[in-house]
């Protein structure tokens, strides 16, 4: 003689019971759902890279910087500023920084640079910025052949690069040495009774100009 064994799993319960269940189920899901979707939103924002880290910043020059900058008209000025960068994860860097500013005339720099266009701009992320603005021009340090810094020597009037023997006029043309073009002007501007400097890197070793980043 054969017998069924009963026991409390084999008996689903009453409807009101099931019902019960189902909404406890349902219930534990939705609220475990809103708990992940919280931590998720944060966690997958902190992995997006942020735009900031690859548009150029615009830097001050200080007054006593502008000055020198003004009086700078047979020979360069150094001018030095703190380099703001974000990298698309870490917190903002600032880096010392400089640049060589001269005061010129626009018609006279722009037939001295032939390596230059016409329209007297260059691309950037925001469109084109003026070569020479307010008869100043901002020269990149970086020496466009291999990415040394080329020096100002006075009693040679040019700029000499150590590495491999570059050299640069006054305006930054290219006058001797491998470099494929002449030193790069970078963007300037007055704004609201200051000074500012934008910092690009450009490609090296290429006779045109090819924007890598907006940090040194
Ligand atoms: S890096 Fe300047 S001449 Fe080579």
């Not at 008996?11 to 931590?39: H, K, W, Y």
């Amino acid at each position: 003689m054969s017998s069924k064994i009963y026991s409390a799993y084999d008996d689903p319960g009453t409807p009101d019971e099931i019902s019960r269940r189902s909404f406890m189920a349902n219930a534990t899901l939705a609220v475990g759902g809103i708990i992940g979707l919280g931590l998720a939103i944060p966690i997958v924002g902190s992995l997006i890279p942020q735009d900031s880290g690859s548009k150029g910043t615009w830097a001050p020059l200080t007054a006593d910087e502008f000055t020198s900058l003004q009086a700078a008209t047979s020979k360069p000025v150094k001018l030095e500023f703190q380099l703001k960068s974000k990298d698309s994860y870490l917190p903002e860097q600032s880096t010392g920084e400089y640049v060589w500013g001269i005061k010129t005339d626009k018609q006279k720099f722009m037939s001295d640079r032939a390596d230059l266009p016409k329209s007297g701009t260059l691309p950037y992320f925001a469109g084109a910025y003026t070569v020479v603005t307010m008869n100043f021009v901002i020269l990149s340090p970086i020496c466009p052949h291999l990415g040394c810094r080329p020096i100002w020597n006075d009693s040679a009037t040019r700029f000499q690069c150590p590495c491999h023997g570059s050299q640069f006029d006054l305006d930054g043309e290219h006058v001797a040495g491998p470099a494929p073009r002449g030193m790069d002007p970078l963007p300037f501007k007055e704004q609201t009774g200051v000074a500012n400097i934008m910092w690009i890197r450009y490609e090296s070793g290429v006779p045109n100009r090819v924007i890598i980043s907006y940090t040194s």
